[in-house]
């Protein structure tokens, strides 16, 4: 099943600080594991990652890194103690809004 876009766009960045939790990775490994992850529900674009890297980077979220390995040289991110915090509000924030969710859905006799 298709997932609405708008649904995804504001979780994007959670879901990044998430994986950046577990660990330094560079921008094509992020796509590959929110995709693994997620069973391809979520399929970020390069042109979509990059530039919510750079903006969460100039906000103090993230680090990067240059790494040589196999001969490349790829930048890696990392999550900083903000993006550390900011993980951890979003979550609470997400929490509660899917229950709400859920709870209204959940509604047994009113509207269908």
């Known amino acids: 099943m298709a997932i609405d ?9 959670m ?12 921008g094509y490994e992020m796509i590959e594991a929110l995709r ?14 990059y530039p919510l890297l750079h903006g969460m980077e100039e906000k103090g979220y993230l680090g990067s890194y240059e ?10 991110y990392s999550i900083t103690k903000e993006g550390k915090k900011i993980l951890k509000q979003k979550k ?16 047994q006799g009113g509207m269908a």
Do not use: P
């Open 5 to 13: 876009r708008s649904l995804v766009s504001g979780s994007t960045s």
């Open 15 to 26: 879901l990044i600080l998430k994986l950046l939790e577990e660990k330094d990775m560079y």
């Open 36 to 49: 693994e992850k997620s069973n391809n529900v979520f399929e970020l674009k390069a042109g979509t990652l």
């Open 67 to 76: 790494q040589e390995e196999g001969g490349k040289i790829r930048k890696y």
């Open 92 to 107: 609470e924030e997400w929490m509660a809004y899917s229950k709400a969710v859920v709870d209204v859905l959940s509604v």
